[in-house]
């Protein structure tokens, strides 16, 4: 029997390494394809090419002024300069740090998995979660260079040590203390107030705990978020004195103190309820009274404890974003390691309750593996619709606001000799910006970005993409066409039309 035991432990430990490879294929598949995106990926990319530019590491810089609309501390910055210069500007580069946290992520999970909760089952399901994920498998956080997927590899740290922390003080070691107040830090310096948001949670939890108020007594707990308190505040100290007006931008720009955006996307409160019941979280939400019971039920107390720990994580997290004033479905992405702990761990320890009445080693682990089996089966249409959605490229369809870029860098890999060229766009040239700083860089090549065709364009080459800017042009001036994209024209404006 013993022998049949090992040959399931076997089993369990191959099942998991699938499960991990499936989840990291999810991530890592293509990952380099596609144009850098507008928005965050592209703002933070270009910065991280000035940041290279001016070797000045403490003051973010647009367009060689310092950034005071993107105010945030410059961590998603810092690892994308370190990618450079390992591995050069591309978008390979740009992603890299978000491949990276996302592998640790899923590393650091399953470490509490075999070792603090001492049970590789619970791993396993949490995989299988991490890989089915719409919300965290996408654009804006695990696939590209956003700084999203870094927030939840920190947040997914220190919620993990804290935890631990609070199941073993008074002896708890002091090298969770660490971790805790750099990964706090961290997040905090990858998302600013974000980053911070899932200790809402964290807090309500500490003080329904005996060992909640144990860890308020504990000087390494004062010390801990003291240093971590001081770390945050040097950053802001130390940028005001090489970049003054950063502290009143902040204010500004991050925390709304001052003035509120004109416009504000996606006002209803339920947003977030309703993207992960109908996209982000499904069809796993709709399973997430299962852990109800054995938090109710179990004998095994630390589970019962997870268990509420990533439920009040989890809700409060929730309950408190679902009222701040600018919503994206990105900005929910840190309640993914509630969920990911809370019904995977749950779904688990509810299968041990009823596998117990079993009472044999082997028929337990022969029944688990057949569930797994079934439920890898089941959700293979989920994990195979985000893997085909996630290689939907360039070939079939570019997003309007992305054309210019991809045809820019398309131009530039096929014609390294064109070393001055214009961009005229009506959409915003955040995305244009990264590729005209990456050629600069690179080989001195001057890109210039207009949004109106006009008159400096004579005896220019231009990009243009747009329907409307493309007929002023053939309407006013002199051009040869130069090369042709699938949605853009590299034109060279001769001179201009003269009325008679």
């Known amino acids: ?7 399931g432990k076997i089993l369990l430990y191959l099942l998991l390494a699938l499960l991990l490879a499936a989840a990291i294929f999810q991530v890592i598949h293509h990952v380099d394809r596609g144009t850098v995106n507008i928005w965050d990926e592209a703002s933070s990319a270009q910065n991280a090419i000035e940041m290279l530019s001016n070797n000045n590491y403490i003051v973010v810089h647009h367009d060689g002024e310092p950034d005071h609309n993107d105010t945030r501390p410059p961590m998603a910055v ?41 049970d590789l089952r619970y791993g396993i399901a949490i ?69 911070l948001a899932p200790l809402a949670g964290l807090s309500i939890y500490t003080f329904t705990q005996k060992n909640g108020y144990r860890l308020l007594k504990d000087i ?26 950063y502290i009143y931008a902040v204010f500004i720009e991050e925390f709304k103190v001052i003035n509120k955006p004109r416009w504000i996307k996606h006002p209803e409160t339920a947003f977030y309820f309703n993207y992960l019941r109908e996209i982000g979280f499904k069809p796993f939400f709709f399973f997430l009274f299962i852990p109800l019971v054995p938090m109710l039920f179990s004998n095994n107390n630390r589970i019962r404890r997870l268990l509420l720990y990533t439920l009040l994580g989890a809700s409060a997290f929730l309950v408190g974003s679902s009222f701040v004033t600018i919503k994206n479905e990105w900005y929910i992405a840190s309640i993914y390691p509630f969920l990911w702990l809370y019904l995977g761990v749950g779904f688990v320890e509810l299968l041990k309750m009823i596998l117990v009445i079993a009472d044999n ?57 064109y070393k001055e060229l214009s961009v005229v766009t009506y ?44 007929k002023q042009l053939k309407e006013k001036y002199l051009y040869y066409i130069l090369d042709t994209g699938r949605y853009c024209h590299l034109y060279e404006i001769v001179g201009k039309y003269i009325e008679e």
């Not at 029997?1 to 040959?7: A, D, E, L, V």
């Not at 801990?224 to 940028?239: E, F, G, K, N």
């Open 361 to 417: 080693k082997f028929i337990q682990t022969t029944i688990f593996l057949a569930i797994i089996g079934f439920l890898m089966i089941f959700y293979f249409p989920t994990y195979k619709g985000i893997l085909e959605k996630n290689t939907h490229f360039e070939g079939k369809y570019i997003y309007s606001m992305n054309r210019e870029g991809h045809f820019l860098n398309l131009l530039k890999m096929d014609h390294p000799e």
């Open 127 to 195: 995989l299988l979660l991490i890989a089915c994920t719409a919300g965290y498998n996408v654009s804006h956080v695990a696939r590209t260079g956003d700084p999203d997927a870094l927030m939840v590899f920190f947040v997914s740290a220190y919620i993990l040590a804290y935890f631990i922390i609070l199941e073993t003080i008074p002896k708890a070691s002091n090298r969770y203390f660490i971790i805790l107040g750099l990964a706090i830090g961290a997040a905090y310096y990858t998302k600013s107030v974000l980053g």
């Open 427 to 470: 959409e915003n040239p955040r995305q244009v910006k990264f590729y005209a700083k990456k050629y600069h860089y690179l080989d001195s090549t001057m890109v210039y970005i207009d949004s109106t065709i006009n008159d400096r364009l004579i005896g220019h080459k231009v990009i243009v993409c747009n329907d409307s800017l493309e």
């Open 220 to 245: 390494r707990f004062h010390l801990s978020w003291a240093a971590t308190l001081i770390i945050i505040l040097l950053y802001y100290v130390i940028r005001e004195q090489f970049d003054p007006g």
């Open 1 to 7: 029997m013993n022998r049949f035991f090992n040959i």
């Open 78 to 118: 810092w690892t994308k300069v370190i990618s450079y210069k390992l591995f050069g500007i591309n978008e390979l580069s740009v992603r890299i740090p978000s491949i990276i946290a996302v592998i640790l992520t899923m590393l650091f999970l399953l470490a509490f998995s075999l070792l603090f909760i001492r």
